[in-house]
């Protein structure tokens, strides 16, 4: 089953609007860790924001921020005032327990128009 | 400057050739993970190692094998055994602190190696 589901392939967004990828997660586990990673074309992995299962705040950072909803089991990245540089692919990534593996959605492409 | 490197950033075999892909890093980690990716998608762990000496496999290690003699090296082999060799490889790591117990820690990555086989 999967663990880690990202079910836009591909997203559009206009400069300096906000836009919302989606991520949703299965897990039995009480205490986990979600991540979200950012990979331009170039193939590095960038890290761009975390939430734990025990936080009640949603995370931010910066223009980035998560729409955390630990009933439905989603976790939702909000980049907001979109740059021409967030065109990239964006990774949703889960840890369970503190083992140190990172499960992976399949990604989205975001593209931003100028 | 801290971090991790991997080399070459590309690699031509052919079919039937052993390859080792590189991975050293200055961070001080105790932890170091392989990662593939194939076009358009997430990655896959291929294996990882918590401490010098000991690994374990990932999700996908058949046709790969790995060796941890020291703590700032964690190359991966990709043998003649591995039938879809040609992917992008991501080498990862994070420190034995944040390994025990302590999920909210992000892998840090290398910039990866993309490997072509013909």
């Known amino acids: 089953a999967q663990k880690i589901t990202q079910t836009q392939p591909g997203m559009f967004v206009q400069e300096k609007e906000a836009v919302t990828l989606d991520c949703t997660y299965d897990t039995s586990d009480q205490s986990y860790g979600l991540f979200w990673y950012k990979q331009p074309s170039s193939g590095e992995m960038i890290f761009l924001i975390y939430?734990?299962?025990?936080?009640?705040q949603n995370a931010t950072e910066g223009r980035y921020s998560l729409n955390f909803q630990k009933a439905r089991k989603s976790t939702n990245l909000v980049i907001s005032a979109s740059q021409l540089g967030d065109s990239a692919m964006y990774f949703c990534a889960m840890r369970e327990g503190g083992i140190g593996k990172l499960v992976f959605g399949a990604g989205t492409i975001l593209r931003v128009k100028s | 400057d801290g971090g991790i490197t991997q080399s070459p950033k590309y690699l031509f075999r052919k079919e039937g050739q052993n390859v080792t892909l590189s991975c050293e890093q200055n961070l001080n980690h105790d932890a170091m993970y392989w990662y593939r990716q194939d076009p358009g998608q997430g990655l896959r762990l291929i294996y990882y190692s918590q401490i010098v000496n000991d690994f374990q496999k990932g999700d996908i290690a058949e046709g790969y094998s790995v060796s941890r003699e020291k703590k700032e090296s964690f190359p991966l082999t990709v043998t003649s055994a591995q039938k879809n060799p040609t992917a992008f490889y991501l080498c990862a790591s994070r420190s034995i602190s944040e390994v025990l117990g302590m999920v909210h820690s992000p892998l840090h990555f290398g910039n990866g190696t993309r490997l072509t086989v013909t």
């Open positions: 939430q734990g299962s025990y936080d009640e």
